[in-house]
């Protein structure tokens, strides 16, 4: 049972925006700690995409954006393309648990 | 460029110690600003993180794993270990090793990841 919530699925046409939440709480996102936001193509290991709540490693296209407010963050995918679908993790520190969790998990699918 | 690699058994047996290695290449495991970490996923289901570990031997766990996780890391080889006690079914997962550059750091690199089935 994750303490951080995502919808477990967006979906969207070639070039539209989606966005996926991840909604934690006091311990986690709202302490504030940073949040983290992972992309998983089918078959292949976690990919890191936007750390420290906003920032995009070297690499990452500024298709991908990160945010935050209170207890919850956001990705956004703008210009939505086919090579884009897998699913998206959020991850953050909890203290009331003294460990690292993840999100739910949520399925990007492009039409 | 760091990379890394795990290795291990891909069966282990139920109650046994689920053994497995991450080899790291591209730098040096003894850096002052690194952190290991492993995290495993259930086929079909999402990211669990089990724990992290310091090259100085401080070590971060995963309460719900209960106490069955132990970490290591072996400087002379560049590798860091995981041992999982009392296997169960349960823990059949891809297990990735991990690194981030502070205690709190995004896991910035994965290894590709190993398939431990949990099977008599």
């Known amino acids: 049972q994750s303490v951080l919530t995502q919808p477990p699925s967006v979906s969207g046409a070639p070039g539209q925006r989606v966005t996926i939440s991840c909604t934690g709480s006091r311990p986690n996102i709202g302490a504030p700690y940073d949040v983290h936001w992972y992309q998983q193509l089918p078959g292949t290991a976690p990919k890191l995409l936007i750390h420290?709540?906003?920032n995009r490693p070297s690499g990452v296209p500024d298709r991908f954006s990160g945010s935050k407010s209170g207890t919850s963050a956001s990705l956004a995918i703008s210009g939505l393309q086919a090579e884009d679908e897998g699913d998206y993790y959020c991850q953050s520190y909890d203290s009331s648990l003294s460990g690292y969790v993840f999100g739910t998990g949520t399925k990007v699918t492009v039409l | 460029q760091l990379q890394l690699q795990e290795s291990g058994p891909g069966l282990a047996q139920p109650s046994e110690t689920l053994s497995l290695t991450c080899t790291v290449s591209g730098g040096s495991i003894s850096g002052s600003r690194y952190y290991w970490a492993w995290i495993r996923q259930p086929p079909g289901k999402g990211l669990e993180w089990i724990g992290t570990i310091h090259y100085s031997g401080s070590t971060y766990y995963n309460s719900s794993l209960k106490g069955r996780v132990a970490m290591s890391v072996d400087t002379s080889k560049n590798q860091f270990s995981l041992k999982l006690s009392s296997a169960t079914a349960a823990d059949t997962a891809v297990y990735y090793c991990?690194?981030?550059?502070?205690?709190?750091?995004?896991?910035?690199?994965w290894g590709q990841g190993t398939m431990v089935a949990v099977s008599s």
């Open positions: 420290g709540d906003s």
């Open positions: 991990s690194h981030s550059r502070s205690q709190l750091g995004a896991f910035e690199i």
